[in-house]
T-cell receptor
């Protein structure tokens, strides 16, 4: 799987939008962009994924650059519960039983 | 929330003893995975299963074995626990193995080998 690069940490004020960036310049045309997050002392939690078009769900929005070399996870209104480590992951089609490869992620702090 | 439970949630055991961790799902998903998470290493795949009695090794499978006799249960066994196996273990499930499918994770089991 291609590699992703994320900032180590970010801060946000409560009730403000948060934009978490991810660079994936070596992405292939068949790689999906997945986002997971991990709250303290919990298992990773699926957030959202997409291929080419922007995606929205109840948790967040995913904005994918036109050249697909970067993406941004958008939390529209940060709450204290959103403080977590956010992982941007690429999943390709090359392996039949592929796994989710987690990098170090971005640690998001939410300030009350 | 996906119906995934892990048991036990915490365990302390001595070096050399066998340990079995259980993952139970109520989603009827075909694929199940065992990961371990350690500081500085992130999540690493131990073993995975693509159906009843169908399992395969992940990147850190040495010292671990797995079994899946029913769709809903995936067992991870440490035949003879070592201190290097002290970790947090997560089970995950997914409907499919293709890259368009998401994985859902259990709450984790914290294992300490003394």
């Amino acid at each position: 799987d291609a590699k992703t690069t994320q900032p180590n940490s970010m801060e946000s004020n409560e009730e403000e939008p948060v934009h978490l960036p991810c660079n994936h310049s070596t992405i292939s045309g068949t790689d999906y962009i997945h986002w997971y997050r991990q709250l303290p002392s919990q298992g990773p939690e699926y957030v959202i994924h997409g291929l080419t078009s922007n995606v929205n769900n109840r948790m967040a929005s995913l904005a994918i650059a036109e050249d697909r070399k970067s993406s941004t996870l958008i939390l529209h209104r940060a709450t204290l519960r959103d403080a977590a480590v956010y992982y941007c992951i690429l999943r390709g089609l090359k392996t039949s039983y592929d796994k989710v490869i987690f990098g170090p992620g971005t640690s998001l702090s939410v300030i009350p | 929330d996906a119906g995934i439970t892990q048991s036990p949630r915490h365990k302390v055991t001595e070096t050399g003893t066998p340990v079995t961790l259980r993952c139970h799902q109520t989603e009827n998903h075909r694929y199940m995975y065992w990961y371990r998470q350690d500081p500085g290493h992130g999540l690493r795949l131990i073993h995975y299963s693509y159906g009843v009695k169908d399992t395969d090794k992940g990147e850190v499978s040495d010292g671990y074995s797995v079994s899946r006799s029913k769709t809903e249960d995936f067992l991870l066994t440490l035949e003879s626990a070592t201190s290097s196996q002290t970790s947090v273990y997560f089970c995950a499930i997914s409907q499919g193995a293709r890259s368009s499918y998401e994985q859902y994770f259990g709450p984790g089991t914290r294992l300490t080998v003394t």
